[in-house]
């Protein structure tokens, strides 16, 4: 089956944009590995025009609701393992299945970056989580650190206050780097202590996290604890698009109207070289990728 439009990815850009696609009556098809993406990670949002206050979750909850009121057509739980042109048709490969299309548009945003230590990889899922929005509640009560010193970190931080016993924020930056509100807010509370020009060199344990090893000035030392949360950054998911131009960070360029450098081939949101990374901003992003699809469309029928 040959479709208008194929869209990777179910984060605000890619579901704002299915929701355009619906709205102009395009055959198309979403492709992603989970629905909300770093939306669905988020803890309390308060800068998402219509919504005062609101957590990542419902956020989701809501975004999910506007594809289903469209009948979107969604492959959930498939992730995308190659994308090419050849001649005027797109193909996609993913771990389930092939899939051809008019356009494209990657909003695949982006994923999290791994510390790369010793134990990292044996203990994930096990005490080692990159989601205190999704795994929180499991160490209430339980000593835990935060791995990182910007935003993601804090924002974790905040949200398991309410839930930990206490919890190490490990900063491998000289001071924290986050906004000045979620820096107040962590500094000042007894539950957390700060390890600034802090590096982890290992997790440890045994059937879960017992302790990581951590490194300052060249003495290291072992911290006891019962839950690691990674929120050291985010890294673009684009790996699979490798006939796109990518700037150093890899993230897709794009121009001002979502175009890549293959034509009929679109991205939006996160995985994209636009500066600011805001869920708005994604979201505004997915509809403008949509509509130059569009335009493409018509264009070249």
Same mark, same amino acid.
């Given at each position: ?9 179910? *984060? ?76 005027? %048709? ?114 440890? *344990? ?58 009929? %081939? ?36």
């Amino acid at each position: 089956m040959l479709y208008d439009l194929i869209i990777i990815g179910a *984060g605000p850009a890619g579901i704002t944009a299915s929701v355009y696609a619906a709205r102009k009556r395009l055959d198309f098809l979403v492709i992603t590995k989970d629905i909300g993406g770093q939306t669905a990670w988020s803890g309390n949002i308060e800068n998402y025009t219509g919504y005062q206050f609101i957590t990542g979750p419902e956020l989701t909850s809501k975004f999910e609701e506007h594809m289903k009121e469209y009948g979107v057509n969604v492959k959930n739980g498939e992730g995308v393992t190659e994308l090419r042109k050849d001649g005027e %048709i797109i193909l996609i490969k993913t771990n389930k299945g092939e899939y051809k299309a008019k356009t494209v548009i990657v909003a695949s945003g982006k994923i999290s970056r791994e510390l790369n230590v010793p134990g990292e990889k044996e203990f994930k899922n096990k005490g080692l989580s990159y989601c205190a929005t999704c795994d929180g509640p499991i160490f209430a009560g339980k000593d835990i650190a935060v791995i990182g010193g910007g935003n993601s970190a804090l924002d974790a931080a905040i949200q398991l206050i309410k839930i930990a016993k206490h919890i190490y924020i490990i900063n491998i930056e000289q001071a924290l780097t986050g906004d000045e509100i979620l820096k107040e807010k962590v500094t000042k509370n007894k539950k957390v202590s700060i390890f600034n020009n802090t590096k982890v060199t290992a997790v440890l *344990g045994d059937k879960f996290v017992q302790a990581i090893k951590i490194k300052k000035d060249n003495a290291e030392e072992k911290l006891i604890i019962n839950g690691i949360f990674v929120e050291i950054g985010l890294i673009p998911n684009s790996w699979f698009a490798k006939e796109l131009d990518k700037n150093k960070k890899a993230e897709i360029k794009v121009n001002s109207y979502n175009e890549t450098n293959i034509p009929g %081939i679109f991205a939006a949101g996160d995985v994209t070289d636009v500066p600011e990374k805001q869920i708005i901003i994604a979201a505004g992003e997915g509809s403008k990728a949509t509509l130059s699809a569009f335009r493409y469309l018509m264009r070249h029928k």
